[in-house]
């Protein structure tokens, strides 16, 4: 009995040493998060400070219920977004500007014009209160790409950014579906090709029948030996 309880008494020690290094730990990683991914939600749109304004708020008889945003919103996070992101900007060359100084007033202009046409709305605000970021932006680069160049290429380059593990434990579950025991000696080439397809590749339905010819015609110029070549003879 006796040694059930000291058995039990250092468990419980063990316990709480354990969880207080776990908590130290979250507490660690939490605070080291690099603050340029924070700056990074300034274009999350759902969390854009939007706040109505009632119609006759001060006064003025018969006007509507619209939408007010600060000015200054934003303003200091994109410049230091346009800041470290400045070489690959140049590298596109937008309209042939190829200075740090200029990308930095251009896309501050855009993100000002982009908040304006959210609060005239240009942009419809249901879309902006309630999309996802990924589809909003899509959205934006689609029909405004031409209004806001600089902004949308800036962005752009931010949805490149991974911001979790989730798609890397995405593409190793991909793997182990792909590489299975019975494919085991499937090189590494093949299985990066299979993957990116599998992954990358556009959906059947939206494949045309001229596409899928032109497939099959350089598969088959191309595909010299191994078993598939029995097909196109």
């Known amino acids: 009995m006796r040694d059930a309880e000291n058995r039990k008494t250092a468990f419980d020690a063990f316990r709480i040493e354990f969880l207080d290094k776990l908590v130290q730990e979250l507490k660690k990683r939490l605070v080291d998060t690099n603050p340029l991914y924070l700056k990074m939600r300034v274009f999350d749109n ?22 007010v945003m600060d000015d200054d919103y934003g303003n200091d996070d994109v410049r230091d977004l346009v ?13 042939g500007v190829t200075d740090a100084q200029s990308l930095d007033r251009l896309v501050l ?15 419809a605000i249901d879309k902006v209160r309630f999309d996802g970021f990924s589809d909003f932006w899509s959205f934006v680069t689609v029909h405004y790409k031409v209004r806001y160049p600089y902004l949308v290429s800036l962005v752009s380059i931010i949805r490149l950014i991974p911001m979790g593990s989730a798609e890397c434990e ?33 959906s059947v339905e ?5 596409q899928l010819d032109e497939w099959i015609d350089f598969w088959d110029s191309e595909c010299s030996k191994g078993r598939y070549t029995s097909y196109f003879r």
């Not at 800041?83 to 309209?95: A, K, P, Q, R, V």
């Not at 993100?111 to 942009?123: S, T």
């Not at 939206?206 to 001229?210: A, F, S, Y």
Request: glycine content about 8%.
């Open 46 to 67: 759902r969390h854009f400070p939007l706040a109505k304004r009632r119609p006759g708020a001060e006064g003025e008889a018969g006007e509507e219920e619209r939408f």
């Open 83 to 95: 800041t470290h992101f400045s070489g690959l900007l140049i590298e596109l060359e937008l309209n």
């Open 109 to 123: 202009e855009d993100w000002r014009v982009f908040k304006r046409d959210i609060l005239g709305g240009n942009i």
């Open 170 to 202: 995405r593409m190793f579950s991909l793997m182990n579906r792909l590489k299975t025991d019975l494919r085991n000696r499937m090189k590494t080439g093949r299985l990066n090709q299979l993957m990116t397809v599998n992954r990358l590749a556009p």
């Open 206 to 210: 939206d494949v045309t029948e001229q």
